[in-house]
């Protein structure tokens, strides 16, 4: 789990809750699974009630994307990383 280090608005995992994250894939043991389980297990899920997001979170086209979205699966650490770089996530898995 990576964050911006100026983005003060990320302090603990509880400040992840409504923000977007970018993931590399939900069955990565490293870019998803082991940190969906820290963050269930500190209260932290965006499985319970995710945002509705655009039929379009697999493009590469970040235009196509809704700011609604909450988990973007990138398919690539690279792009994961990328994304949290841009400021387009404010964490990245990966």
């Known amino acids: 789990m990576v964050v911006r280090k100026n983005d003060d608005r990320i302090q603990s995992l509880a400040d992840l809750s409504g923000k ?4 590399n894939s939900l069955f990565s043991l490293g870019g998803g699974q082991s940190q969906w389980l820290t963050m269930m297990e ?9 945002k509705q997001a655009s039929s379009g979170l697999m493009c590469k086209d970040l ?3 809704t700011m609604q979205a909450q988990i973007i699966f990138t398919f690539s650490e690279v792009d994961a990383i990328e994304y949290l770089q841009s400021g387009f996530v404010v964490s990245g898995f990966g």
Do not use: K
Not at 20 to 23: F, L
Not at 45 to 50: D, L, Y
């Open 63 to 65: 235009s196509a994307l």
């Open 42 to 50: 500190n209260g932290v899920s965006f499985f319970v009630a995710p």
């Open 20 to 23: 977007i994250i970018g993931a």
